[in-house]
T-cell receptor, first 114, second 117 residues
Framework: EAQVTQNPRYLITVTGKKLTVTCSQNMNHEYMSWYRQDPGLGLRQIYYSMNVEVTDKGDVPEGYKVSRKEKRNFPLILESPSPNQTSLYFC?????????????FGSGTRLTVV | AQSVSQHNHHVILSEAASLELGCNYSYGGTVNLFWYVQYPGQHLQLLLKYFSGDPLVKGIKGFEAEFIKSKFSFNLRKPSVQWSDTAEYFCAVNEGAGSSNTGKLIFGQGTTLQVKP
């Protein structure tokens, strides 16, 4: 089944403790992206990747890192999480960077930083 | 900067009522337009999309949307809603194809639709 897999689905952590949210897609998509969803704000892009080894900042990149060493994986790294990063996170992929095909979204990761 | 505005934040309808959710965007160039639906506790799923051609686009589950370029709008419609349509709906815009296109989808704030049985 074609899908984007995120792990974990739920995560509670403490301020300052490094964490990684994994994202993997099995559709050979070139384009991958991370969004965060907050009430009243919709979805905002954190980082994106047009292809392997090509990543760039989205609208809200502060406090996050990403890497794209393989085509299928695009992990999101929070080096020192803070409470304002409590949010619902979605990984998404698309066949190409023009997003003409629309995104396929993962199931989401609900992160709470205390 | 581009922006997407959804006018209705929370809509409550009875079953069989007609639905129209407003969406306006700010980008003046060529755009690709999308509507996504998020059922409670689930991820976003694509309802429909517009790239070019017929401005009236039909999607899944009886939804349709009309692109009106002069109004920068892409409103979502359904003639008769069902209880199972209860969800959050997001309009999204992407710049048209070109060297400057980063592939980013810009989302509206979302509209929560509650359908009463």
């Amino acid at each position: 089944e074609a899908q984007v897999t995120q792990n974990p689905r739920y995560l509670i952590t403490v301020t300052g403790k490094k964490l990684t949210v994994t994202c993997s897609q099995n559709m050979n998509h070139e384009y991958m992206s991370w969004y965060r969803q907050d009430p009243g704000l919709g979805l905002r892009q954190i980082y994106y990747s047009m292809n392997v080894e090509v990543t760039d900042k989205g609208d809200v990149p502060e406090g996050y890192k990403v890497s794209r060493k393989e085509k299928r994986n695009f992990p999101l790294i929070l080096e020192s999480p803070s409470p304002n990063q409590t949010s619902l996170y979605f990984c998404a992929s698309s066949l190409s960077g023009t997003a003409n095909y629309g995104y396929t979204f993962g199931s989401g990761t609900r992160l709470t930083v205390v | 900067a581009q922006s997407v505005s959804q006018h209705n934040h929370h809509v409550i309808l009875s079953e069989a009522a007609s639905l129209e959710l407003g969406c306006n965007y700010s980008y003046g160039g060529t755009v690709n337009l999308f509507w996504y639906v998020q059922y409670p506790g689930q991820h976003l799923q694509l309802l429909l999309k517009y790239f070019s051609g017929d401005p009236l686009v039909k999607g899944i589950k009886g939804f349709e949307a009309e692109f009106i370029k002069s109004k920068f709008s892409f409103n979502l419609r359904k003639p008769s809603v069902q209880w199972s349509d209860t969800a959050e709906y997001f309009c999204a815009v992407n710049e048209g194809a070109g060297s400057s296109n980063t592939g980013k989808l810009i989302f509206g704030q979302g509209t929560t639709l509650q359908v009463k049985p």
